[in-house]
């Protein structure tokens, strides 16, 4: 018997199902094409939890976003150290690609369940998958707004029938919403994928899908879209061409922002790093982190505990910041650092994905994100701080050359992390 294949792909993030045959089910989705196949997007709590107290809640979601914080560092670490990575720009989303991947163990048994568990940080004698779905459960809810939304989607293959359990677990956990394609006409159901990322990622993500396996079975799509707008916004007239430092050898013109005020700054000694504060007008703010001996000690280092001695050590001073306005977009396979991470057998004929169908197996998994900067931003509603110096001219913090960026939220979820080479590529 053939061994069915699964895609994942991460726009953040996507999962894709195929084989060579098509498998008997358990649920009839019916044949409704791009129209879905899971009717009730009701925000009710995840089955299973009506008898934990809100304290086990609590602390399941304080665990899985422990987890979730220490993998978006550990999987930041290994993108960086891979070769074909080298002197290229990083950036991601960890929260959707968690997303996926706890979607994904759903349907995961035996051993392939363990190592997804293991991989994503999730220790199994604190958390069971209830715990896990109704985490997830609650950072969706808390992040749907006009400025970010997440969430997943299933596209099934009309011939395909999922077990209907792992299907009302995506409703009901992870929000998702399904649609029937026949993959038999890549064309048609390629093009029905691509229009569904592009409205949930309002534009930035339109061609998520080329080429189209007709053995395809079923893809998982998970999503993060964030619109963030500078609670103080640089002044156009201010931006300037200057030099951006690649490397000892390499220069070259960016478009550089800059702006005299007062900011959230720290300054980590033991890695010789500055990490400046930029809030958004809503509850996010983003981080950059400018190394003053490379990249490469701060990637070695960076972790959970310099994450939050940074944000419990900033300090409000008086500097110019010469900050790049940049776009870029990375398109980056997974499969080789989730083999280093330990999820081995869910590549292979060794997966079992029981809980979604007989003989799958995940086949690639792919991520895909996007980041602009700029100077644009709502009017700015803060209040302006207005210091007395003796000094003539405030410190200057320039980031024109490598530096690291994260976007995060008050409760210090990373929602993007990533680091800029070379702002034009």
């Known amino acids: 018997m053939m061994q069915g ?23 009839d989705l019916g044949t409704l094409k791009q129209k879905s196949v899971l009717t009730d997007y009701g925000q009710k709590a995840p089955s299973g939890h009506e008898d934990n107290s809100a304290d086990h809640a609590a ?25 074909d990575n080298q002197g290229k720009n990083i950036f991601f989303s960890p929260s959707s690609v ?3 991947l706890a979607a994904l163990s759903v349907g995961a048994r035996g051993q392939t369940h363990q190592q997804l568990f293991s991989g994503l940080g999730f220790n199994s004698s604190l958390l069971n998958q209830a715990d896990v779905n109704q985490a997830f459960h609650g950072l969706l809810t808390k992040t749907s707004s006009e400025d970010i939304s997440a969430g997943t989607a299933v596209f ?13 677990a995506l ?9 029937n394609v026949d993959f038999n006409n890549s064309t048609e159901s390629a093009a029905a994928i691509n229009k569904y990322v592009e409205e949930k990622t309002h534009g930035k993500i339109d061609q998520l899908v080329k080429d189209l396996d007709p053995d395809t079975l079923m893809y998982l799509i998970s999503y993060v879209y964030y619109k963030g707008k500078w609670k103080s916004q640089f002044n156009p007239k201010e931006t300037s061409e200057e030099d951006f430092n690649v490397d000892e050898q390499t220069k070259v013109r960016v478009q550089m922002m800059n702006r005299e005020a007062w900011f959230d700054i720290h300054y980590d ?3 010789s790093t500055h990490v400046l504060r930029l809030p958004f007008t809503n509850s996010y703010f983003m981080l ?6 490379g990249l ?17 050590g900033m300090s409000s001073e008086e500097y110019y910041i010469n900050v790049p306005k940049f776009s870029i977009k990375t398109n980056v396979n997974l499969n080789g650092v989730l083999h280093q991470m330990g999820m081995t057998d869910m590549f292979g004929a060794a997966a079992n994905f029981s809980g979604i169908a007989e003989d799958v197996s995940v086949s690639e998994v792919v991520h895909q994100a996007k980041l602009d900067v700029d100077e644009t931003g709502a009017t700015a509603t803060a209040v302006t701080h207005v210091g007395i110096s003796l000094k003539s001219f405030p410190p200057q913090l320039r980031f024109d050359r490598p530096f690291m960026v994260l976007i995060a939220d008050s409760s210090h979820n990373i929602l993007f992390m990533g680091k800029i080479v070379n702002p034009n590529l």
């Open 5 to 27: 294949a699964v895609v994942v792909w991460i726009l953040s993030a996507l999962v894709c199902l195929g084989t060579g045959h098509h498998h008997k089910g358990h649920e």
């Open 296 to 312: 490469t000690q701060l990637e070695e280092h960076i972790c959970p505990m310099h994450y939050a001695k940074w944000l419990n």
């Open 171 to 179: 409703r009901q956990s992870y929000l998702a919403g399904g649609f």
């Open 288 to 293: 950059l982190l400018m190394p003053y001996k």
């Open 59 to 83: 602390n399941s979601l304080a665990t899985v976003t422990s987890a979730n914080k220490a993998f978006a560092f550990d999987l930041y670490r290994k993108l960086a150290a891979q070769t």
């Open 156 to 168: 099934v293959d009309n011939k395909f029938k999922p077990q209907p359990e792992f299907l009302d």
């Open 98 to 100: 968690s997303l996926a």
């Open 269 to 271: 000694r033991t890695i």
